[in-house]
């Protein structure tokens, strides 16, 4: 069984800067990679950024580009999301998610998630 555990999440202020943290447990790890996503009240769930576990090869979503780093702590088998500038239309509720494609941007090609953890960004 794999569980995945999100945390992180917070009230913050537009041009903060907050750290998601995503601990995968359950599998080796060894193949696929992880994901970040976000949803909000209303909407689709929104793909945010992927990373690799072999490589680290990743892939933002034009949104985020140039404020937010995925990065990885293999050892850990944890991902975490470095936002930076923070604007209030990134308020949404943040998921992380695993899966056995190299690289997938699609919520179907996940199979196990996390419960989210909440980020607010007030202007």
């Known amino acids: 069984q794999v569980q995945v555990v999100e945390s992180g999440g917070r009230l913050a202020q537009a041009g903060d800067s907050l750290r998601l943290s995503c601990e995968a447990s359950?599998?080796?790890?060894?193949?696929?990679?992880m994901g970040w996503f976000r949803q909000a009240p209303g909407k689709e769930r929104e793909f945010v950024a992927t990373?690799?576990?072999?490589?680290?090869?990743?892939v933002y979503a034009d949104s985020v580009k140039g404020r937010f780093t995925i990065s990885r702590d293999n050892a850990k088998n944890t991902v975490y999301l470095q936002m930076n500038s923070l604007k209030p239309e990134d308020t949404a509720v943040y998921y992380c998610?695993?899966?056995?494609?190299?690289?997938?941007?699609?919520?179907?090609?996940?199979?196990?998630w996390g419960q989210g953890t909440q980020v607010t960004v007030s202007s």
């Open positions: 998610a695993t899966t056995g494609d190299w690289v997938a941007f699609r919520p179907s090609q996940y199979n196990y």
């Open positions: 359950g599998c080796t790890f060894r193949s696929g990679a």
């Open positions: 990373i690799t576990w072999s490589g680290g090869y990743t």
